[in-house]
């Protein structure tokens, strides 16, 4: 079961689709969320959780203290799964559930963001991922900061300008990406 792991809804359980997702593990959110602290204040950010599933990256932030998450998946049962939790966790005006592609949100959003999670399935090829980062950068507020969550295999990403590459670090099969706007 997916629980949040500190915040506000510590210890409250997340539903999660009942195929086609892979949730995050609590270790590598844990990791995850305690290296973006150091970089960034979850207090009143803008959140974009890109291949969001059953959204417990951006639940998880929106616990800590962020102040709205957008969640994007093109799944009908993950936006079904994401209403749900959000209803659950009674957090319904501090979100938007989006179902679409990464690429088609992208290209009609003219939002920015401080905190971007992009979590796709591990066999999106490392081109498509690239091309989602290309399309991402100019929603970076500045100061804002990337996760790219691959599998252990992917080869480093690439940062498009004006992103900074903060390094990679894998968990067992998951590597976490980090990239800045500075």
Known sequence: MTRIIAGMFKGRPLSVPAAGTRPTTDRVREALMSRLETLREYEDARVLDLYAGSGALGFEALSRGAGAVTFVDSAHRARTVLVANARSLGVEEDVTCVRS????????????????????????????????????????????????????????????VPLTDLGARDYGGTSLHWGQRR
């Open 101 to 160: 592609s990464a690429e088609a949100f992208l290209a009609s959003s003219q939002e920015e963001y401080d905190i971007v999670f992009l979590d796709p399935p591990y066999d999106t090829p490392l081109a498509a991922v690239n091309d989602v980062l290309a399309s991402l950068a100019p929603r970076i507020a500045q100061g804002g900061v990337v996760v790219a969550e691959t599998s252990a295999q992917a080869t480093d990403l690439i940062w498009p």
